[in-house]
Nanobody, 122 residues
Framework: QMPLVESGGGSVQTGGSLKLTCEPS????????MGWFRQSPGKAREAVAI????????DILSKWKGRFTMSEDVAKDTFYLHMTNLEPADTAMYFC???????????????WGQGTQVTVSS
């Protein structure tokens, strides 16, 4: 099993929706927190949403509230990022990361997947 895999990216038009999937190995799932991040060309990786892997605490960063939501399939140890009303500015590589702290800082995450590309055209 790959340690951490993201999937679900693709190309959509403005206003479209996508559901990203993050599938960690059991060892990585046992980290306390996971985060969805994104990185556009030439820009730093930024946090989009953070979630406890123990259930409960979830937070979408304010600039994406209303358009993005998170969910988890506990039986499958799988996390999802639901993105709606997508805009060209959402075009980026999306990553999930796992770490021991509730943090928006990239450096606090020890494990990363390879990312999944989201492209939104106008």
């Amino acid at each position: 099993q790959m340690p951490l895999v993201e999937s679900g990216g693709g190309s959509v038009q403005t206003g479209g929706s996508l559901k990203l999937t993050c599938e960690p190995s059991r060892e990585i799932y046992n980290m306390n927190y996971m985060g969805w991040f994104r990185q556009s060309p030439g820009k730093a990786r930024e946090a989009v949403a953070i979630s406890s892997t123990l259930g409960g605490h979830k937070d979408i960063l304010s600039k994406w509230k209303g358009r993005f939501t998170m969910s988890e399939d506990v039986a499958k140890d799988t996390f999802y990022l639901h993105m709606t009303n997508l805009e060209p500015a959402d075009t980026a590589m999306y990553f999930c990361g796992f770490g021991g702290y509730f943090s928006i800082n990239v450096d606090d995450y020890a494990f990363w997947g390879q990312g999944t590309q989201v492209t939104v055209s106008s």
